[in-house]
């Protein structure tokens, strides 16, 4: 965790600065599903409410903490590669097409996604009802085998065309692409916190792996920095305690969405990626 501590003592050097203009010098757009929207975590701002949007996101965390005025946030629960070019309905209305929000002035680009395409809400319901009939074997593993690995193959070329949208429309913008926080422990289960099998909890860890690491890989190609809160969120996971989880369970202990992020994890999602954010690939 020292690049936290870092991170946080350099947020305190930049919130002790009188500053005159914004420090990125142009916009901000956040883009990106649920685990960058925020649902449940206060106050959930903005339209359509379907989007579950929060003040307190990773996104508006960075706003604030860089006191931006020009900073937009079209990140959406559910949201899908797809969703990036096409309108996305939601409840109380459409979310337009993600990269509309990109202009040419805009500096600074933040893009999560990709769980929605790999199925994690579905992966999350199947697992936990094949694990009623098998607790303490991997019934999950072998209804999904391969499939899963499959999925994130396929996500790449999807990946690729967005990042080369963005700097197609926002030539001038550095990219930063952020990865998923750790959601289950790499090893064992805790049923019904999360109600995984206990062979299964691996397996999804080692598809949440897959994904970060496609993420990364397209970053690479696509001239974006890649930010990867995975490997700072060890004992953080939804399995945690309370007071350490940065991912909650079946039934959420903080404000939040059940397996999504709290505030504390939207928090060090933030810190992590205030580097990239203020300084570009590195």
């Known amino acids: 965790m020292r690049i936290v501590v870092a991170v946080v003592a350099l947020l305190g050097l930049l919130v002790a600065t009188p500053a005159t203009a914004d420090p990125l010098h142009g916009g901000y757009v956040a883009l990106g599903d649920s685990y960058a929207s925020g649902p449940g975590i206060p106050d959930q701002t903005g339209a359509p409410a379907g989007c579950a949007r929060s003040n307190h996101n990773y996104p508006g965390l960075l706003a604030s903490w860089l006191r931006l005025t020009d900073f937009t946030d079209v990140s959406c629960g559910g949201a899908r590669t797809t969703d990036m070019t096409a309108p996305q309905q939601v409840s109380g209305g ?4 993600q990269l509309d929000a990109l202009r040419k002035d805009t500096r600074v680009v933040t893009v999560m996604i990709g769980g929605n395409d790999i199925g994690f809400g579905e992966i999350l319901r199947t697992c936990g009802s094949l694990a009623q009939s098998d607790p303490a074997g991997s019934p999950c593993q072998r ?14 070329p999807k990946l690729a065309a967005i990042l080369d949208a963005i700097h197609k429309r926002s030539p001038r913008a550095s990219v930063v692409v952020v990865g998923y926080l750790r959601i289950l422990p790499a090893a064992g289960s805790c049923f019904p ?12 860890d080692d598809v949440e792996k897959g994904l970060n690491n496609q993420l990364a890989t397209q970053a690479a190609r696509h001239h974006a920095s890649f930010v ?15 007071d350490h989880k940065w991912v909650e369970g079946l ?32």
Not at 94 to 97: D, E, K, L
Not at 193 to 204: K, L, Q, S
Not at 229 to 241: K, M, N, Q, R
């Open 94 to 97: 459409t979310n337009p097409p």
């Open 143 to 156: 209804h999904y085998g391969d499939q899963l690995a499959a999925r994130v193959t396929t996500l790449g």
């Open 193 to 204: 916190t999360v109600p995984f099998a206990t062979g299964d909890g691996p397996f999804f």
């Open 228 to 242: 990867n809160p995975y490997l700072y969120s060890y004992g953080h996971d939804a399995c945690a305690a309370p």
């Open 251 to 282: 039934i959420p202990m903080s404000p939040g969405a059940p397996m999504h992020p709290n505030e504390k994890g939207m928090r060090a999602v933030a810190a992590l990626a205030l580097p990239s954010v203020l300084f570009g690939r590195f």
